[in-house]
Every structure is written in structure tokens, then in C-alpha cells.
């Protein structure tokens, strides 16, 4: 029972270079979602996913890329690395129960240098 | 729109201490309330819930009512212990809609 499984758990890029952030659910959930939590903050939620095909905006989009092929996967893509994008990512997902709430991953700390 | 409030921290206890951090939420509705819990260096993990006004979620020994008459959720525990150190986020929503988060509490437990 592995959950929400997410790869990398750190990275180190050169500002400018791209990378994707992979995330992973066996759970057969429909929702997913993409947070990011800087330090000494809460989390802001950068893209979420309501089925297969179907993507939204969420708080802090800009600089992020998603696409959700399938339900398990939901791939957040990082294009022109900036250090302001230095921060550790969260998946999530869940289903439509009122009581579920969220599954998180471990996380994946990136820094931009 | 759909907010949570915390209260800021950090918290600082001497371990056997009692424990509450308020949070208080608007909605439109009749949300699910949610306490998670992040270790240091870990994601989220849900710690209790409450679906309905007056229910009391409560694992691992803490607790937390459902209050719709002042739109609260505050989270207790009789004796904390060095291990409980973290941050707890208190959260609201339901049926897979996006849930609203709390900015964070962090706790310290001293011996």
C-alpha cells in the first residue's frame, strides 16, 4: 500500500534548467494536487487535477507546467529554474468522500542556485 | 470565501503541559474540519477529523470538537510529549473539493 509516492526527495538545479517533479497514486484517486511550502510558511497550491485530462490554476501557478494522463500519475514540470522556485513540493490526493481529506507524499526539496 | 485562521506560533511547552491551538474557519456550508501533522523533514500526515457540528475527532491523544456556533475546531492534548514537536495545520472542505488550509502552528516541547 503505497500511497502518494513522490521522485525525486532532493534536487539541486542551475538556474535556467528545467526538471519534472513526479508523483504517483495507487489509490485510485480522482483528485490530485500540487503544493509548494516555503519556509516557516503554510502551503500554497500551485496546480489540481479533478480526473484524467483535466488540469486547473490553482494560487501560484506561474513557472509550472502539469499535465494528468492517467489517473495515478500527475507530473508537476519546473521550465527556466528560478531561485524563487527554492522550496519543498507536495502531492496530494484524495477521493470525493466529505470525511477523506488528503493523502500527501513525502516531498521533494528543490533548490535553485 | 473559504478561510482557516490559526493561531500564530511557535508554542513553547514543558513536556506534561496541556495543549491547545485554536483555529476558526469560514464557510459556506457545513465543511469537514481536518488537524494534519508534519514531522521535521516529512509531509502532512492526517492526525484526526470531525464531519458534523459536535463531533469530536481525537487520535493519538489529542482531540478537537466540531463548534458551528463560534466556527471552531481547536486542537487539545493533556500532556504533551517531546515527540509531539511539529507543526499542525488545521484544514476545511469536503468531497474532494480543494481543501483550505491553515497557515501552520509549530510546536515545541521541551523536557
Known amino acids: 500500500n503505497a500511497g502518494v509516492t513522490q521522485t525525486p526527495k532532493f534536487r539541486i538545479l542551475k538556474i535556467g534548467q528545467s526538471m519534472t517533479l513526479q508523483c504517483t497514486q495507487d489509490?485510485?484517486?480522482?483528485?490530485m494536487y500540487w503544493y509548494r511550502q516555503d519556509p516557516g510558511m503554510g502551503l500554497k497550491l500551485i496546480y489540481y487535477s479533478v480526473g484524467a485530462g483535466i488540469t486547473d490554476k490553482g494560487e501560484v501557478p506561474n513557472g509550472y507546467n502539469v499535465s494528468r494522463s492517467t489517473t495515478e500519475d500527475f507530473p508537476l514540470r519546473l521550465e527556466l529554474a528560478a531561485p524563487s522556485q527554492t522550496s519543498v513540493y507536495f502531492c496530494?490526493?484524495?477521493?470525493?468522500?466529505?470525511?477523506?481529506?488528503?493523502?500527501f507524499g513525502s516531498g521533494t526539496r528543490l533548490t535553485v542556485v | 470565501g473559504n478561510s482557516v485562521t490559526q493561531m500564530e506560533g511557535p508554542v513553547t511547552l514543558s513536556e506534561e503541559a496541556f495543549l491547545t491551538i485554536n483555529c476558526t474557519y469560514t464557510a459556506t456550508g457545513y465543511p469537514s474540519l481536518f488537524w494534519y501533522v508534519q514531522y521535521p523533514g516529512e509531509g502532512l500526515q492526517l492526525l484526526l477529523k470531525?464531519?458534523?457540528?459536535?463531533d469530536k475527532g481525537s487520535n493519538k491523544g489529542f482531540e478537537a470538537t466540531y463548534r458551528k456556533e463560534t466556527t471552531s475546531f481547536h486542537l487539545e492534548k493533556g500532556s504533551v510529549q517531546v515527540s509531539d514537536s511539529a507543526v499542525y495545520f488545521c484544514a476545511q472542505g469536503r468531497g474532494g473539493n480543494k481543501l483550505t488550509f491553515g497557515t501552520g502552528t509549530q510546536l515545541k516541547v521541551e523536557l
Open positions: 496530494a490526493s484524495s477521493d470525493d468522500r466529505d470525511d477523506y481529506g488528503y493523502t
Open positions: 489509490m485510485n484517486h480522482n483528485y
Open positions: 470531525a464531519t458534523k457540528a459536535d
